[in-house]
């Protein structure tokens, strides 16, 4: 159980290009989604929290218009990275948790997005 | 400010037992987890600690002190695909999940 799909795997385009990065928990309801971006050899590092119809709370220092964040539902989020730039190249992961105390975060497989 | 500690690094024998040690500082605690994150790929959920105490899944073990700030994976048997990082994290009071650097573990046959 607690699966978590996150589609693409990998995207490679040209640099101003905007580029959106799928979350589904596909056997549970997820009242929480994370979003991270993670360099190489570098740990998580969390870049927004959304909860199901309400706006994402973003950490400091990461923009809302250029990472834009989407919980439409209690299974889907969506990250849009905008007008993408090569210093955006990294390797992002989501999250999802159903709530509750003992709770893990469950992760998607990540995606590796390259910048051009 | 909030911080977790953990070694960069640690490097154990195939068939051996290491321990992973986190320790923490933290605006409260809600829990500690434990995850495995192999190169390349997203974390994995490997336990999960809010009372003292050790708590064991099979090869792997996890022991909380809350009055010390510390905790330890254990990992016993090792083998090869054990090779990866561990990454310990912290849930303060606001339920905001804390992470350390992650601790690289390198097994040699």
Redesign the interface.
């Known amino acids: 159980g607690a699966v978590v799909s996150?589609h693409p795997s990998r995207v490679i385009c040209k640099s101003g290009t905007s580029v959106k990065i799928e979350c589904r928990s596909l056997d549970f309801q997820a009242t929480t989604m994370?979003w991270y971006r993670q360099f190489p050899k570098?740990?998580?590092m969390?870049m927004a929290t959304s909860n199901e119809g309400s706006k994402a709370t973003y950490e400091q220092g990461v923009e809302k218009d250029k990472f834009l964040i989407n919980h439409a539902s209690l299974t889907l989020s969506t990250l849009t990275v905008t007008s993408a730039h090569p210093e955006d190249s990294s390797?992002y992961?989501c999250s999802a948790s159903s709530g509750g105390?003992?709770q893990?975060?469950?992760?998607?497989?990540?995606t590796?997005l390259s910048i051009l | 400010g909030q911080n977790i500690d953990q070694p960069t690094e640690m490097t154990a024998t195939e068939g051996a037992i290491v321990q992973i040690n986190c320790t923490y500082q933290t605006s409260g605690f809600n829990g500690l987890f434990w995850y495995q994150q192999h190169a390349g790929e997203a974390p994995t959920f490997l336990s999960y600690n809010v009372l003292d105490g050790l708590e064991e899944k099979g090869r792997f073990s996890s022991f909380l002190s809350r009055s010390k700030g510390y905790s330890y994976l254990l990992l016993k048997e090792l083998q090869m695909k054990d090779s990866a990082s561990y990454l310990c994290a912290v849930r303060d009071s606001n339920y905001q999940l804390i992470w350390g650097a992650g601790t690289k573990l390198i097994i040699k046959p």
């Open positions: 996150q994370f570098q740990s998580l969390l390797f992961i105390d003992s893990p975060q469950h992760f998607g497989d990540g590796r």
